[in-house]
């Protein structure tokens, strides 16, 4: 008996969006990142690419609970002494919405080649309005 494996342009690659108006910033990242992997797929491989494309609208208005929104920190470095750089939550949504989602599925996604990768394939936008109406995307339901 053989061990079945997915190999690259084996597996049909969908697109898919997801509306993110009032919806908790972890969880939606949970379901994107998911899809983004192929976890959803039958013949899902940790070791393969095979997940779909996700188109996420409305990124603006998505919520965090809490206080997280005053509260969390992102932290980047330059990598020279005194180069730590920090941004509230608040300010990263006022500025860059698609960065703050951005990074809540990235970390969530594998460490290595293949998560980078994979993130690739995430389209994120503030508006309700997105380019991609060429590859027929379907809408996902939670």
Not at 10 to 25: P, R, S, Y
Not at 59 to 80: E, F, I
Request: glycine share 8%; charged share 30%; proline share 5%.
């Amino acid at each position: 008996m053989k061990t079945w494996t997915p190999k690259l342009g084996e597996v049909e690659k969908k697109w898919f969006v997801v509306d993110a108006k009032d919806k908790v910033l972890g969880r939606l990242a949970v379901e994107c990142a998911r899809i983004l992997r192929g976890k959803h797929k039958p013949q899902f491989a940790t070791h393969a690419d095979n997940g779909d494309f996700v188109i996420v609208v409305n990124a603006s208005k998505v919520k965090l609970t809490g206080r997280k929104m005053s509260q969390k920190m992102y932290y980047s470095h330059s990598g020279y002494p005194g180069g730590l750089k920090t941004t509230s939550a608040e300010k990263l949504m006022k500025e860059k919405p698609e960065e703050l989602f951005r990074r809540a599925v990235k970390g969530m996604l594998p460490k290595n080649s293949l998560g980078r990768s994979q993130i690739t394939k995430l389209k994120i936008y503030a508006s309700e309005t997105h380019p991609h109406e060429a590859q027929k995307p379907e809408t996902y339901q939670f």
